[in-house]
T-cell receptor
C-alpha cells in the first residue's frame, strides 16, 4: 500500500515565478494538510483540505493557494515567488474520523534564486 | 511565547545512554504527536497519544494532559537514532492542523 507521495522532490525557481506542488494521500484518506518548513525551523501550517473543501488556512499570504481534486490528491500553488519561499513543503494525509494520525510525504524542497 | 516548546534544542549523547526530550504546550489538545525527521527531510510519525504512555521498541512516550507536558524517551540509544525529534499538537481548530515545536536535534556518538 503506497504511502503519501509528493512531486517533484526538488525544484529550483527564480523570483517572481510560479510553482505547483502535488500530493497524493494514502488511499482512503480524504484530508490533506500542507506545511512549510524553513531550514532550521519547525513546519508551519499552510492549508488543510477535506472532501475538496478548504477547512483551514494558516498565516500565509494570498500568493499561496491550494485545491483538492475528486480523487483527494491536492496541489499547492505559490505565485510571485520570493527568496523567503525557499523551504521544504510537506503534505500530510489524515484519516478524518479515525485516529487523526498524520502521515507525511517525503516533501518537496523548493529553492528560489 | 510559542504554543509548543521543546527542550533541549540540541542533545549529544554516547551510544547506550537513556535519552529524554521534553515538550510543553499551551494549546488545548486532544492528542499530541511525536515525529522524527532525518536529514533528508522526510517526517515519520512515531506516536500519537492522548493519555498515559505508549511504547514502541526502544521508544517510550508519556503525556500528562493536566500539566500539558509530554516526554519522549529513548532507551539504549544508538547512532541510528540521530535525527530531529519534533512534538506537535493539534490546535483548537481541530485535529488536522498541527502546531509544531522547533525540534530537538539528537546526535548519538558511537
Amino acid at each position: 500500500d503506497a504511502g503519501v507521495t509528493q512531486s517533484p522532490t526538488h525544484l529550483i525557481k527564480t523570483r517572481g515565478q510560479q510553482v505547483t506542488l502535488r500530493c497524493s494521500p494514502i488511499s482512503g484518506h480524504k484530508s490533506v494538510s500542507w506545511y512549510q518548513q524553513v531550514l532550521g525551523q519547525g513546519p508551519q501550517f499552510i492549508f488543510q483540505y477535506y472532501e475538496k473543501e478548504e477547512r483551514g488556512r494558516g498565516n500565509f499570504p494570498d500568493r499561496f493557494s491550494a485545491r483538492q481534486f475528486p480523487n483527494y490528491s491536492s496541489e499547492l500553488n505559490v505565485n510571485a515567488l520570493l527568496l523567503g519561499d525557499s523551504a521544504l513543503y510537506l503534505c500530510a494525509s489524515i484519516m478524518v474520523g479515525g485516529s487523526y494520525e498524520q502521515y507525511f510525504g517525503p516533501g518537496t524542497r523548493l529553492t528560489v534564486t | 511565547k510559542n504554543e509548543v516548546e521543546q527542550s533541549p534544542q540540541n542533545l549529544t549523547a554516547q551510544e547506550g545512554e537513556f535519552i529524554t526530550i521534553n515538550c510543553s504546550y499551551s494549546v488545548g489538545i486532544s492528542a499530541l504527536h511525536w515525529l522524527q525527521q532525518h536529514p533528508g527531510g522526510g517526517i515519520v510519525s512515531l506516536f500519537m497519544l492522548s493519555s498515559g504512555k505508549k511504547k514502541h521498541g526502544r521508544l517510550i512516550a508519556t503525556i500528562n494532559i493536566q500539566e500539558k507536558h509530554s516526554s519522549l524517551h529513548i532507551t539504549a540509544s544508538h547512532p541510528r537514532d540521530s535525527a530531529v525529534y519534533i512534538c506537535a499538537a493539534p490546535s483548537n481548530f481541530g485535529n488536522e492542523k498541527l502546531t509544531f515545536g522547533t525540534g530537538t536535534r539528537l546526535t548519538i556518538i558511537p
